[in-house]
């Protein structure tokens, strides 16, 4: 659906009109449109010499909802009953051949033909058919392609079924065909990873019959040809071959224990086992049978829905109304200042894009581990195969070190990653102002200070912006785009435009203390203090939130990022926290935090000295321990996220609460199946939240305060995670 195009449309009309139609009736304008765009016709059909060529028409990624659906069953019916056709080829012109099922419609009753209908409509058809495979074929778009006989990509195809990304099985057939395909064990590699293959390896695996040349249609059509004019040719579709040969008696039970671990949460996986064992056990009839009943069951369960959100909250995070994209500047030469561990990191992130970085490190030691630590990473990078020798010195070519500030007077972009010391970015960003040209945007990694401070500091506020990468930044997907109350538009869009081109998930935010990520992370450490100064154990708080779905807990996670960081983010603090930096425990770096740590070994064990820290500070403030549970302990630090998450959404910090779900998956570990803290507090229930945040509001009024966010969530039954501040 357009909304542009309806906005279009629906002035053109208003004005006509003279402003009779109220505004209410634009959605109701919208929804006629979208029926009337929803019934365009999704496939075309040509014919040319017997064959018939059907090119799926469903921008922008050729999604397979109901009435596309709908449109490739008739014309199979209708190829079935036209004696003159003799083969029939499914390609494009121009756009993917299938991102696979349409998502959005998920969430309703599955309505219209589906793949099984597809198989019987193929094999009713008996006559050959083709699938003209460009850009990517993925999920339910690779599930049709498998049920035809042939398949030929373009070299720069990808194939895949990602639908554990989502929460699902390939559901349409592909969990009995692709293993018929390529057999078990790289079906499951395939299906687990959700990473699609190139067209080259799936040539070499026997999932597609050929690379087309240059011409894709052509190369379907010649193929076509080849095939009819065989006289030893037989037509038999894949699903229909034989079942696939067990790689081991046991495979399935020692898969079940490895997933049950590595997988931990997760229900996908499973049933993914479950399928394939189907798919090498029983007849194919009973198989897809099985197979359709764990994706109906999984369909609708909290786990997919939770990853279904979080698959549009990251592609929503990004868009903010009345930017345009081409109005971005070209970037192409980047300045990154400070070569510490997220100044090298921000440079390989660029790098690895392409862009040419110069990295400006006063401390020639400094200096001199950035440039090597960087070497060392794209070497290593190159012995794991994951970049060949040219890009690796490509990238080097790319790279510079200077002691000297002046020389990114050419950059583009310039992002300083200095420590955060409020003195010594104004003081960076002066010297940038003068240094860089015009044109240059300037950005800031600060990840909490205040921005509209920095911004003031120089002559073009409006081309500030803050780029908070999470360490290590090369690494981790999450950027928050921080806009202050000066960044223009053009300086915004070319931030977004960057990130994109960075394979960044970025979600916009405004200016507070902390941003969104950090602000919400000191109110859960908050909580994880009280719990500790109550008598909860390190081990305790943790083992509660992994089993919640955190891959680390609060403990282990603090001990990692060094204690001390803590500390100088809150320079008032006088916390337990501060007693344990006092006493060296920083964490792992120094070898104990809340943990003690073996040399060379990062595996926390209990810490006798770190408990007596705890209980001498409880002692010293009269804190008198309690029975907390792991309900209280899961309780008190997701009230904390989702408390603080609603006064963010008051002061609208971010456009809409899925923009909170976005950062907290995709930088802090939130469980990707809970959809994130605004979505699991609908799933929760937003009376059961209020019940919860009154009794912690009642027990102390100074810490909690209920936001009115939630009482108008409830009183007008809305969803939380729906809410938008714009
Ligand atoms: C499935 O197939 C189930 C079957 O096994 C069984 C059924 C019975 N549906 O990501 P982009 C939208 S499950 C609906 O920005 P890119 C997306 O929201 C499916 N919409 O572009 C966005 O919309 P907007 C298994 C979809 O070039 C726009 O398209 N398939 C779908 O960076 C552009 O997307 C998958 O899991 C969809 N399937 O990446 C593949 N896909 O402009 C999921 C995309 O309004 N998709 N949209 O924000 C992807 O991984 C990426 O979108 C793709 C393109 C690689 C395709």
Request: hydrophobic letters at 40%; one cysteine or more; proline letters at 4%.
């Given at each position: 659906?357009?909304f542009?195009?309806?906005?279009v449309?629906?002035?053109?009309?208003?004005?006509?009109?003279?402003?009779?139609?109220?505004?209410g009736?634009?959605?109701?304008?919208?929804?006629i449109?979208?029926?009337?765009m929803?019934?365009?016709?999704?496939?075309?059909?040509?014919?040319?010499?017997?064959?018939?060529?059907?090119y799926?028409?469903?921008?922008p990624?050729?999604?397979?909802?109901?009435?596309?659906?709908?449109?490739?069953?008739?014309l199979?019916?209708?190829?079935?009953?036209?004696?003159?056709i003799?083969?029939?080829i499914f390609?494009?012109?121009?756009?993917?051949?299938?991102?696979?099922?349409d998502?959005?419609?998920?969430?309703?009753?599955?309505?219209?033909k589906?793949?099984?209908?597809?198989y019987?409509?193929?094999k009713?058809?008996?006559?050959?058919?083709?699938?003209?495979?460009?850009?990517?074929?993925?999920?339910?778009?690779?599930?049709?392609?498998?049920?035809a006989?042939?398949?030929i990509?373009?070299?720069?195809?990808?194939?895949?079924?990602?639908?554990?990304?989502?929460?699902?099985?390939p559901?349409?057939?592909?969990?009995?065909?692709?293993?018929?395909?390529?057999?078990?064990?790289?079906?499951?590699?395939?299906?687990?990873?959700?990473?699609?293959?190139?067209?080259?390896?799936?040539l070499?695996?026997?999932?597609?019959?050929?690379?087309?040349?240059?011409?894709?249609?052509?190369?379907?059509?010649?193929?076509a040809?080849?095939?009819?004019?065989?006289?030893?040719?037989?037509?038999?579709?894949?699903?229909?071959?034989?079942?696939?040969k067990?790689?081991?008696?046991?495979?399935?039970?020692?898969k079940?224990?490895?997933f049950?671990?590595?997988?931990?949460?997760?229900?996908?996986?499973?049933?993914?086992?479950d399928?394939?064992?189907?798919?090498?056990?029983?007849?194919?009839?009973?198989?897809l049978?099985?197979?359709?009943?764990?994706?109906?069951?999984?369909?609708?369960?909290?786990?997919?829905?939770?990853?279904?959100?979080?698959?549009?909250?990251?592609r929503?995070?990004?868009?903010?109304?009345?930017?345009?994209?081409?109005?971005?500047?070209?970037?192409?030469?980047?300045?990154?200042?400070?070569?510490?561990?997220?100044?090298?990191?921000?440079?390989?992130?660029?790098?690895?894009?392409?862009?040419?970085?110069?990295?400006v490190?006063v401390?020639?030691?400094?200096?001199?581990?950035?440039?090597?630590?960087?070497?060392?990473?794209?070497?290593?990078?190159?012995?794991?195969?994951?970049?060949?020798?040219?890009?690796?010195?490509s990238?080097?070519?790319?790279?510079?070190?200077?002691?000297?500030?002046?020389?990114?007077?050419?950059?583009?972009?310039?992002?300083?990653?200095?420590?955060?010391?409020?003195?010594?970015?104004?003081?960076?960003?002066r010297?940038?102002?003068?240094?860089?040209?015009?044109?240059?945007?300037?950005?800031?990694?600060?990840?909490?200070?205040?921005?509209?401070?920095?911004?003031?500091?120089?002559?073009?506020?409006?081309?500030?912006?803050g780029?908070?990468f999470?360490?290590p930044?090369?690494?981790m997907?999450?950027?928050?785009?921080?806009?202050?109350?000066?960044t223009?538009?053009?300086?915004?869009?070319?931030?977004?435009?960057?990130?994109?081109?960075?394979k960044?998930?970025?979600?916009?935010?405004?200016?507070?203390?902390?941003f969104?990520?950090?602000?919400?992370?000191?109110?859960?450490?908050?909580?994880?203090?009280w719990?500790?100064l109550?008598?909860?154990?390190?081990?305790?708080?943790?083992?509660?939130?992994?089993s919640?779905?955190?891959?680390?807990?609060p403990?282990?996670?603090?001990?990692?990022?060094?204690?001390d960081?803590w500390?100088?983010a809150?320079?008032?603090?006088?916390?337990?926290?501060?007693?344990?930096?006092?006493?060296?425990?920083?964490?792992?770096?120094?070898?104990?935090?809340?943990?003690?740590?073996?040399?060379?070994?990062?595996?926390?064990q209990?810490?006798?000295?770190?408990?007596?820290i705890?209980?001498?500070?409880a002692?010293?403030?009269?804190?008198?321990?309690?029975?907390?549970?792991?309900?209280?302990?899961?309780?008190?630090?997701?009230m904390a996220?989702?408390?603080?998450?609603?006064?963010?959404?008051?002061?609208?910090?971010?456009?809409?609460?899925?923009?909170?779900?976005?950062?907290?998956?995709?930088?802090?570990?939130f469980?990707?199946?809970?959809?994130?803290?605004?979505?699991?507090?609908?799933?929760?229930?937003?009376d059961?939240?209020?019940?919860?945040?009154l009794?912690?509001?009642?027990?102390?009024?100074?810490?909690?305060?209920?936001?009115?966010?939630?009482?108008?969530?409830?009183?007008?039954?809305?969803?939380?995670?729906?809410?938008?501040?714009?």
């Open positions: 659906m357009d542009k195009l309806c906005s449309i629906w002035k053109i009309i208003a004005k006509k009109m003279g402003g009779v139609l109220k505004s009736l634009y959605f109701f304008f919208v929804k449109v979208e029926d009337y929803e019934k365009l016709v999704k496939c075309e059909m040509k014919i040319i010499e017997k064959i018939a060529v059907i799926l028409v469903n921008p990624v050729n999604a397979l909802s109901e009435s596309i659906r709908n449109d490739i069953y008739e199979l019916t209708s190829c079935a009953a036209n004696s003159e003799q083969a029939v390609t494009t012109r121009g756009l993917p051949f299938s991102a696979g099922a998502i959005k419609e998920f969430s309703g009753p599955m309505k219209g589906f793949f099984l209908d597809f019987r409509a193929i009713k058809l008996n006559k050959p058919v083709i699938m003209g495979i460009d850009q990517y074929a993925l999920g339910g778009g690779l599930e049709f392609c498998m049920l006989h042939h398949r990509a373009t070299p720069k195809s990808r194939l895949g079924l990602p639908e554990v990304k989502l929460g699902l099985i559901g349409g057939t592909g969990t009995m065909s692709l293993p018929r395909l390529v057999g078990i064990e790289k079906a499951l590699d395939m299906i687990i990873s959700s990473n699609p293959v190139s067209a080259q390896e799936a070499e695996i026997g999932l597609i019959d050929a690379i087309s040349s240059d011409d894709l249609e052509k190369s379907c059509l010649d193929f040809r080849n095939i009819l004019n065989d006289s030893n040719y037989q037509l038999s579709m894949p699903i229909e071959r034989d079942n696939p067990m790689p081991s008696i046991d495979y399935f039970k020692q079940k224990s490895e049950l671990d590595k997988y931990h949460g997760f229900k996908a996986p499973l049933r993914l086992l399928c394939l064992e189907a798919a090498a056990t029983l007849p194919l009839d009973k198989g049978a099985f197979e359709m009943q764990q994706f109906m069951d999984l369909i609708s369960g909290d786990d997919s829905q939770g990853m279904r959100y979080a698959f549009f909250s990251e929503l995070a990004s868009v903010v109304p009345g930017l345009n994209p081409k109005e971005a500047l070209d970037i192409q030469k980047v300045g990154v200042i400070g070569g510490g561990l997220m100044g090298s990191g921000i440079a390989m992130a660029f790098l690895n894009r392409g862009f040419t970085v110069v990295c490190e401390d020639p030691k400094r200096a001199e581990i950035c440039q090597q630590g960087i070497e060392k990473q794209f070497q290593k990078s190159m012995q794991q195969g994951k970049i060949s020798q040219s890009d690796c010195d990238r080097l070519k790319n790279f510079s070190v200077t002691g000297e500030i002046k020389d990114v007077n050419d950059v583009d972009l310039v992002i300083e990653a200095v420590f955060e010391k409020m003195d010594l970015k104004l003081d960076i960003m010297q940038l102002d003068e240094i860089c040209q015009p044109s240059t945007i300037l950005a800031s990694n600060t990840s909490g200070l205040d921005l509209n401070q920095i911004a003031s500091i120089t002559k073009r506020p409006e081309k500030v912006v780029m908070h999470f360490s930044a090369h690494v997907r999450l950027l928050e785009v921080v806009r202050t109350e000066k223009d538009s053009v300086t915004l869009q070319t931030a977004l435009t960057c990130a994109k081109q960075l960044k998930v970025s979600v916009v935010v405004g200016v507070c203390p902390g969104v990520g950090n602000r919400m992370i000191f109110k859960y450490f908050e909580q994880v203090v719990l500790l109550r008598g909860c154990s390190p081990q305790q708080i943790d083992s509660a939130m992994k919640f779905g955190f891959p680390m807990g403990c282990e996670m603090a001990d990692m990022s060094g204690l960081i500390v100088h809150n320079p008032d603090d006088r916390s337990l926290i501060t007693d344990f930096v006092n006493n060296g425990r920083l964490g792992q770096k120094s070898g104990s935090g809340f943990y003690d740590y073996s040399q060379g070994d990062k595996t926390p209990e810490s006798k000295e770190a408990a007596k705890i209980a001498d500070y002692k010293k403030q009269q804190i008198e321990s309690q029975d907390c549970g792991q309900d209280v302990i899961v309780s008190r630090l997701l996220l989702i408390s603080e998450g609603m006064h963010i959404l008051s002061e609208k910090v971010v456009q809409r609460a899925s923009d909170i779900d976005t950062i907290y998956v995709h930088g802090y570990g469980p990707i199946y809970r959809g994130g803290p605004m979505f699991y507090a609908d799933q929760l229930g937003l059961e939240v209020k019940k919860q945040l009794t912690l509001v009642d027990q102390d009024s100074q810490a909690w305060k209920m936001s009115p966010i939630l009482d108008e969530c409830i009183t007008s039954s809305r969803k939380l995670s729906a809410y938008k501040t714009e």
